[in-house]
C-alpha cells in the first residue's frame, strides 16, 4: 500500500497502535489517516507530546462485548456478538450509532468510534465519541425477530448507556423501528423514560424533526459549500449516490431539491442506473415501506436499468456521494471518476473511500469532503434531538433543518480555515483532522490524567 511519510514519533505510535490491535484493519487505517494529518499539529503544542494525547485518544476509554442470545420465528436459538466502544467522553457523553450487519466486530466497530471522536467534535456540539453494534444480519428477519433481538441486545446495554452516559443511535441495519423496540425495552428495564438516552427516536416519542433525513441533507448541504468555494453550483450537475439506505435516499432527496439529476443508486446487489434521474418516490416506497431490494426498481421504472454486481463509479458524473459502507470506492475507482470528469466527492458513509482513492482525489484536484465532517450532520442533529429532549420541547422541521445547515457551513469553514492555516488550502482531510483532534487534545488536557 502507498504510504505518506510520517513524522518518527507518528510513526511510532502508529506501530504501537498496530502491534495492540492487531488484525483491525479497519482501525489501522482510520487511525493512519488522521496522524497522516497531525505533523504540524504536534509541533505546535509540544504539551500534547508531553501528556501523550495521541495516545490516549487511540486508545478507548472502555469496551464493551456481550453475547446476544435470542429465538428466532421457528423456536431456534441465534447467538450473536454485541459491541459498545466508548471512545472518549472529553467534549461531552459518548456518542455514536449502532451498527447491525453480519461484517460487523470489534475493528469495525473501533474504526467508527474513532472517526466519531472528531466528527462529533466538530459539530461544536458536546458531544464524546463512541459505537457499537452487532454482528446481527437483520436481512430477511421479521418484524418479532428484529424485535427479540433489539430486546436481548438491549438487556445487556442498557447498563452502560444513560442520558448523561452513552447516547447511542441508528447507523447501518438499525432506523426508527430498532431504536423504538431498544427504547422500549431500556424504558421497561429502567422504569424510566430517559428520552435523551438514545437519539433517531421517532417523531410521536420524542424524536426530532430532519433526524431521518439528516446525515443526507448534510452531506449535500457540505458538498454545495465545497462547490461554492471554487465558484460553482449544484444545479444541473449529474450526480451518482451510492447505497440506497437511510443516507442515500435522503441525499439524493436533497441534490433533487437543489437542481442536481441523480442518475444512480445501489444496493448489495447491484447497481440501478436511471439516465431520467432517480424516482425518489419508488425508491422510498421500495426501500423505506416494502424493505425490498432495489432490483425491483426497474420492474415499475421504465428507461431504467439494472446491473446485478456492476459498479456504480463507472457511471460519469460531476458530483459522487459514497453512501453504502467502508472502502466501497478503490484507488481505480477513483482514477475512474477522475477521467469522466468528477469535480466533487462528499462522503456520506464513514471512510467509504480507501487512502489510495483519497490521494487520487487530491492529486487530480477533486474536491473531496471526508466523513468525519462531511456526513456529521446525522449525528448534530441527534445533538439537536439530545437539547429537545433536555428541555422538553420539539421544535419545527425548518427551525431544525436551519439549525443543520447553519452547522454544516460552519464545519465546512473551519475545515476549509484550518487547511489554508496550515499551507494545505483546500485539503479538507487535513482541515477536518487537525480541527476536531485540536479541540479533544485541549479538552483532555484541561480535564487532567483521566
Ligand atoms: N451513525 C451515525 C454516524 O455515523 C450517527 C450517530 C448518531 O447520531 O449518534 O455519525
Known amino acids: 500500500m502507498l504510504r505518506a511519510v510520517l513524522d518518527e514519533k507518528l510513526e511510532t505510535i502508529f506501530d504501537d497502535v498496530v502491534r495492540r490491535n492487531p488484525a483491525e484493519p479497519e482501525f489501522h487505517q482510520a487511525v493512519r ?57 472529553a467534549l461531552g457523553p459518548y456518542k455514536g ?9 470489534l475493528g469495525i466497530v473501533k474504526f467508527l468510534g474513532f472517526e466519531q471522536i472528531f466528527k462529533n467534535a466538530l459539530t461544536g456540539m458536546p458531544i464524546g465519541g463512541g459505537k457499537g453494534g452487532a454482528d446481527f444480519d437483520p436481512k430477511g428477519r421479521s418484524d418479532g425477530e428484529i424485535m427479540r433481538f433489539c430486546q436481548s441486545f438491549m438487556t445487556e446495554l442498557y447498563r452502560h448507556l444513560g442520558e448523561y452516559t452513552d447516547v447511542p443511535a441508528g447507523d447501518i441495519g438499525v432506523g426508527t423501528r430498532e431504536i423504538g423496540y431498544l427504547f422500549g425495552q431500556y424504558k421497561r428495564i429502567t422504569n424510566r423514560y430517559e428520552s435523551g438516552v438514545l437519539t433517531g427516536k421517532g ?58 439529476i441523480v442518475v444512480a443508486c445501489s444496493d448489495s446487489d447491484g447497481v ?88 487520487a482525489f487530491h492529486t487530480a484536484g477533486v474536491a473531496f469532503g471526508p466523513g468525519k465532517a462531511a456526513n ?46 496550515l499551507g494545505m488550502p483546500g485539503n479538507y482531510v487535513i482541515g477536518a483532522n487537525v480541527a476536531g483532534f485540536e479541540k479533544v487534545a485541549r479538552a483532555m488536557v484541561a480535564l487532567g490524567l483521566v
Open 376 to 421: 456529521a450532520g446525522g449525528v448534530a442533529t441527534s445533538a439537536l434531538e439530545m437539547q429537545q429532549n433536555a428541555s422538553r420541547d420539539s421544535w419545527t422541521f425548518e427551525h431544525t433543518e436551519h439549525r443543520l445547515a447553519a452547522i454544516m457551513e460552519s464545519i465546512h469553514r473551519t475545515c476549509l480555515e484550518t487547511a489554508e492555516e
Open 203 to 260: 417523531t410521536d416519542w420524542g424524536g426530532s424533526l430532519v433526524r431521518t433525513e439528516a446525515t443526507g441533507y448534510g452531506a449535500v448541504f457540505f458538498v454545495a459549500e465545497m462547490l461554492k468555494a471554487r465558484g460553482v453550483g449544484l444545479e444541473g450537475r449529474r450526480c451518482v449516490v451510492s447505497g440506497s439506505g437511510n443516507v442515500a435516499i435522503y441525499a439524493i432527496e436533497k441534490l433533487q431539491q437543489l437542481g442536481a
Open 97 to 105: 450509532g449502532l451498527r447491525f450487519h453480519p461484517s460487523v466486530n
Open 33 to 89: 489517516e488522521v496522524l497522516d494529518s497531525l505533523g504540524p499539529v504536534i509541533a505546535k503544542h509540544p504539551d500534547f507530546a508531553r501528556h501523550k494525547i495521541i495516545q490516549r485518544i487511540c486508545e478507548p476509554e472502555r469496551q464493551v462485548i456481550f453475547r446476544v442470545p435470542w429465538q428466532d420465528d421457528r423456536g431456534e436459538v441465534q447467538i450473536n456478538r454485541g459491541f459498545r466502544v466508548e471512545f472518549n467522553s
Open 272 to 359: 440501478v442506473h436511471d439516465p431520467l434521474g432517480i424516482d425518489l418516490d419508488l425508491l422510498k416506497q421500495i426501500k423505506e415501506v416494502d424493505r425490498a431490494r432495489l432490483s425491483v426498481y426497474v420492474e415499475r421504472r421504465p428507461g431504467a436499468q439494472h446491473r446485478p454486481g456492476g459498479n456504480i463509479w463507472s457511471v460519469p458524473c460531476e458530483v459522487a456521494v459514497p453512501s453504502a459502507t467502508q472502502n466501497e470506492l478503490s484507488g481505480r475507482d477513483a482514477e475512474t471518476l477522475v477521467a469522466n470528469g468528477c469535480l466533487a466527492v462528499v462522503e456520506g458513509a464513514n471512510m467509504p473511500c480507501t487512502a489510495e482513492a483519497v490521494r
